[in-house]
């Protein structure tokens, strides 16, 4: 599984975000599949805002979650996460919700993993997260920080056309 992801990221340079390479919705995918989570999505945290850069979802998940989609970094989970206010793994997130460690995100998640996409500098792009519905036994974080680290890696490349 590493090696495939490894290689969809650096094998590709294309995409509609010229950050990202081409090949994150497929990475997405199979990270989503191997760890049976309902949503996997690579978020970019800048100036204050908190955004969806890829997005896969189990078919018909709501909501509906899609690139492009954006708010407040600071009542973002993601943002709890690179601050250290949430871990990484939540095996179930319910209780978080529930005394206010975690923002209210209106609808349940059971089971959430994030880690932070961090750039060769040290400084944070964003996070690479998945989560479902229910509650899972399978909370591989060693997974999204491996692939986390390959897209970071990819993130610190220039694109071919600025090398150029």
């Not at 094998?11 to 994150?24: C, G, H, K, N």
């Not at 970019?44 to 890829?54: L, P, Q, V, W, Y």
């Not at 999204?144 to 610190?156: E, F, G, I, K, P």
Request: aromatic share 6%; proline share 8%; net charge negative.
């Amino acid at each position: 599984m590493d090696v495939t992801i490894s290689e969809l990221l650096v094998a590709t340079s294309d995409s509609a975000d010229p950050e990202l390479p081409a090949a994150v919705p497929e990475v997405l995918r199979l990270i989503r599949a191997k760890l049976n989570m309902d949503v996997a999505f690579v978020s970019e945290i800048t100036d204050g805002t908190r955004t969806f850069k890829a997005v896969d979802s189990t078919p018909g998940f709501t909501p509906q979650l899609e690139a492009g989609m954006s708010g407040p970094a600071e009542a973002s989970w993601c943002q709890f996460v690179v601050e250290g206010r949430l871990p990484e793994v939540m095996r179930d997130a319910a209780p978080f919700v529930a005394s206010g460690q975690a923002p209210d995100p209106g609808f349940a998640i059971g089971t959430h993993l994030s880690t932070p996409v961090r750039r060769a500098d040290g400084s944070v792009y964003g996070t690479l997260c998945c989560f479902s519905r229910g509650v899972k036994a399978d909370t591989d974080i060693d997974l999204l920080r491996r692939t986390a680290n390959v897209l970071a890696a990819r993130l610190s490349t220039p694109p071919a056309a600025a090398r150029a």
